[in-house]
């Protein structure tokens, strides 16, 4: 986890704010995701990056948008907070070659009143 | 549609015996399994990955086993032992595609 880090590692914000959280690595990996987590719900793909100008959307991208200002750094916004977007977000990585093979940081536990 | 199915939310078993934990899929034809562990309050940390065309993996006192006719992975830990809780998730990815689909994951309890 010590090379994954997640910023802030606790939020909690209001209707309509506008939020970004944050991930870092120190792998060195090209590939970047965001998930988010809900209980019963399981791990869901927000947006993923192959590489600073490489972005996709995931199966659950409205609402948010990302931004890869280096190859350490993606970042996760929500542009108008809602409820419904209270959960576990977790960054992850993996190297190039094995997509398969992914190192999570630590969650952000966001709760929006 | 798709679905990944963990056989059951929560899991105990007695210290010493070996947890099975299971994860079916339908209409996915994926080109790796992979099972993650899950603390409290963490990330999930990679455990062990197999490929479609292998039917068993080990590691340590881990096992996967991977049987595509069946649509099934079984996750098998021998001699388990309390720091062996957690929740354990699969997660598949097809032939062709970056993404990872995860299970919803099952909670192992070992008793001591």
């Known amino acids: 986890d010590a090379d994954v880090t997640q910023t802030p590692r606790n939020r909690i914000t209001k209707t309509g704010k506008r939020i970004m959280l944050e991930c870092s690595q120190t792998?060195?990996?090209?590939?970047m995701y965001w998930y988010r987590q809900d209980p019963g719900l399981g791990l869901r793909l927000i947006y993923y990056s192959f590489d600073v100008k490489d972005i996709n959307k995931g199966e659950i991208s409205d609402g948010y948008s990302v931004s890869r200002q280096a190859q350490a750094k993606f970042s996760l916004s929500l542009e108008s907070a809602i409820p419904n977007q209270t959960a576990l977000y977790f960054c992850?990585?993996?190297?190039?070659?094995?997509?398969?093979?992914?190192?999570f940081g630590p969650g952000t536990r966001l709760t929006v009143t | 549609s798709q679905k990944i199915e963990q056989n059951s939310e929560a899991l105990n078993i007695q210290e010493g015996k070996t947890a099975t934990l299971t994860c079916n899929y339908t209409?996915?034809?994926?080109?790796?399994l992979q099972w993650y562990r899950q603390d409290p309050g963490r990330g999930p940390v990679f455990l062990l990955l197999?490929?479609?065309?292998?039917k068993e993996k080990r590691k340590e006192r881990l096992k996967v086993t991977f049987d595509t006719t069946l649509k099934q992975s079984l996750f098998h830990i021998t001699a388990s032992q309390p720091a062996d809780s957690a929740t354990y998730l699969c997660?598949?990815?097809?032939?062709?595609?970056?993404?990872?689909?995860f299970g919803k994951g099952t909670k192992l309890s070992v008793i001591p």
């Open positions: 992850a990585t993996s190297p190039r070659d094995r997509t398969y093979e992914q190192y």
């Open positions: 997660a598949l990815q097809e032939a062709g595609s970056y993404q990872l689909t």
């Open positions: 792998k060195g990996h090209d590939r």
């Open positions: 197999i490929r479609e065309n292998e």
């Open positions: 209409n996915y034809s994926p080109a790796y």
